[in-house]
């Protein structure tokens, strides 16, 4: 492609039976970039991924290409002739074809001599040459999806989405199947959507995340934007563990440091660390891998959490000293989480 | 008791085994061993080719003609929304009530010289009969079309079930790539739903390759005409022993192909979220094209035929046959051959329970003598009194085609109580056992409370195919015993159409339940 557009949501709506499974959604997705959409079951990410497929039709609100409309009010180009490759959770390979018949598919405007180098093109570039005669259920599943994945970006599509591509794999081979494939995704310099409800899968991987509820974006932006400047304790839960005090339990200590006027403050367990001294009383340790989540009484009333490192095992009941990262203390217009 | 050798308990499915094994064996013995010398060249230049090279054109034509009627359809009816598409999903299996003599009767006496069709053409174009052509249906494609209109429902419940269970993500990908529906049906959908396809096709021309009723009525000359017309007419004794082991090896050739299609489904799938399809709306133009499409098949294979025979069955009303003895036997012969085709079918379902050999030993002779057309296994019948120098008349002559029906249905009767008995959770027996229930106390009180909805449909599915059948009761039928469908197969050859009209109607009333049957549960597993 020569010249590649952003894909962009402006205003999508979608209703089913009368629910807004997405409502008024704006999102661009920037050509060269993994954007993922995270959200829960039933939040609507399904939705709006098929709606940029074109295999749903928006109420209202148009899908663009650039500054091509591919579904609006009386236009709606059929997924058919849209051009946006798609990978599925279950990789949805054609069964009665080998690796080399899926990947060639789509590739129906080349001459049947080029059709065949082209997807062997593919198929090297995703480390599969020694299953090109494989059928799909001959392959593991990290292969089934590299083969999902070479079949969806060889027609040269003007995007690409992603439906939860990686949940579907063993977790032992997930990361490196995710590397090598979120690679060639990158490579191919097109809008990317990564649809998952894996935080750190957002976090890690893509350039963008937009965080989505009920139909609705609640925040977009950089991994880090998002992770440490939520706009929402909503927005904030979606990429990691948040917990709530009242401002009038934060310990004495703490209060100068954490600004903001309302009710309630919202923190990350890592923004409490674990230091020499007393004041707080150790309830529980869990290791959770590299990391402890330590559940902590502040003045015999108060449960605080925290998640560090930790040299030695605390036992329960021993007193520690907690210093706080005051950036991941947030504080919301919201009463609660 | 999984490693049962030889004790009580295995008697009876063994003697069950050999009672519906022997027939088929009968008739596969006799054809190995007839016929020497010159007569074997008479055989096989005069009989054998022909009636084979008949058949497996027949056979043939009626293949294309069956997956061109269930196929186009199943998969419009599964991708689809069009009016009356709710009813056709059901209403495609009804053609499989009509045996296929029905249907030949039927269509022969509308498409007649003096049947409706040709009068109106004739009245319309004011041309005379000698003016114009009209297909024949005494023919070999006449034939195949008859049967292919009787039995493509096995076609279309396979290529629904196919059509249906396919990955919806599959088909949306292969449009993201770019492939229009009519590509979508050749590239995607029906090369991965073929195998399931094949399987249900192979069933069907075994069925077909089993007719005897719509060939002899149409006058073509098939091998299942061929085995009656040599024993009877000819009084070829071995030609019709070698006919009927040309034919099982065709039909059991068709029931193998059908087993291993059916096994390789699943392996050939790689997809594990199944959904069933959001079916997308034709426009105005297309849904019209395609419920007139679904109408024409139904009117043709079903409605058309059915409106006739009523229509001339209340047209002579007035000097019907008295069909009372003839109802008397059918239902006799019908409840004792279902009774005990059912108790068959009960030892073989429970003993595939106990012992692996034991299971593999009678699912073989089950599917041997489902394969068996009803003419070989008759003849299997006739060799075996005449080996016993049994006369075949009075209860001799019942037992034996009691006896025929049991071995050529049990399979029949095994396959709804062996769904039924697979739906049991695996423990329930030892939990009974457990409790001290064991053997036949653990049968009437667990197992048979829990199959009865499969020993239900069994017993129904038994009863109309008895009822149905053709051949053998034609050679084995004491005097006195015609039954429906040997006496309207006898006024439908006689060319007394008229008079046969009303035993075809009964007998497809009576087939009707069973299909009614499966497509209510056709329908209730689409819908959840």
Known sequence: MSTRQPLIADQVTRSFAGRLAVNAISLELEPGKITSLIGQSGSGKTTLLRLFAGMERPDSGRILSGETVLSGARTHIPIETRNIGLVFQDFALFPHLSVRENVAFGLRHLQKSERGSCADMWIDKLGLAHRRDAFPHQLSGGEQQRTAIARALAPEPVAILLDEPFSGLDPAMRDQVREAALAAVREAGIPSLLVTHDANEALVHSDKIAIIDQGEVLQTGSPETVYNHPVSAKAASALGPLHTLSRSDVPPDWQQMINGADEYVHYRPEALQITGGSGFRVVRQKLAGAVSEIELDFGGSQTLFAMCQVGSSLQPGAEIGVSINPALFFDFASKSV | MPHATFSLRTLPPLLIVALVGLPVLAA??????????????????????????????????????????????????????????????WAMILPLAMPGYVMAYAWADMMGVAGPIQSHIRDITGLSARDYWFPNLFSAPGLAFVLASTLFPYVYITARAAFSMQSLSTLEAARSLGAQPLELFWRVALPVALPTIAGGLCLALMEAAADYGAADFLGIQTLGVGIIRSWQSFGEPNTAARLALTLILIAGC?????????????????????????????????????????????????????ARLLWLALETSANAPDLW????????????????????????????????????????????????????????????????????????????????????????????????????????????????????????????????????????????????????????????????????????????????????????????????????????????
Not at chain 2, 377 to 382: H, Q, R
């Open chain 2, 325 to 528: 003895p003839l109802v008397r036997s059918t239902l006799m012969l019908g409840a004792m051959g279902a009774a005990l085709a059912f108790v068959a079918a009960l030892v073989f379902s429970l003993s595939s329970k106990r012992s692996e050999t034991l299971r593999l030993a009678t699912r073989l002779i089950a599917a041997a003598g489902y394969a068996a057309p009803g003419a070989v296994l008759g003849l299997g019948a006739l060799f075996i009194l005449r080996e016993t120098g049994q006369a075949l008349s009075g209860w001799v002559a019942i037992g034996f085609l009691v006896w025929i029906y049991v071995s050529r249905f049990t399979s029949a009767g095994v396959e709804p109580i062996q769904a039924s008995l697979a739906r049991l959770p695996k423990n329930l027996d030892l939990a009974a056992q457990s409790l001290g229930s064991t053997g036949l106390r653990q049968f009437a009180r667990v197992d048979l409370p829990l199959i009865a909805p499969g020993a239900f449909a069994a017993a129904l599915i038994l009863f109309v195919e008895i009822l149905k059948e053709l051949p053998a009761t034609l050679m084995l039928r004491p005097f006195g015993w015609d039954t429906l469908a040997v006496r309207a197969h006898a006024y439908a050859t006689d060319e007394r159409l008229a008079q046969a009209t009303l035993p075809s109607l009964l007998i497809v009333l009576a087939g009707l339940a069973p299909v009614l049957l499966l497509s209510w549960r056709l329908g209730k597993s689409e819908r959840s």
């Open chain 2, 28 to 89: 596969i013995f006799a054809g190995l061993t007839a016929g020497d010398g010159a007569t074997w060249d008479h055989i096989l230049q005069n009989r054998l080719v022909p009636y084979t090279l008949t058949t497996l054109l027949v056979l043939l034509l009626s293949a294309i003609i069956m997956l061109g009627l269930a196929v186009p359809s199943a998969w419009l009816i599964s991708q689809y929304d069009f009016p009356g598409r709710s009813i056709f999903s």
């Open chain 2, 254 to 306: 068709f029931l193998i192909a059908a087993r291993v299609f059916q096994g390789r489904r699943g392996t050939q799938e790689t997809s594990v979220r199944w959904r069933t399809p959001t079916r997308s709306k034709l426009p105005p133009v297309m849904a019209a094209a395609v419920t007139a499409l679904c109408s024409v098949i139904l009117i043709v294979c079903f409605l058309a035929p059915i």
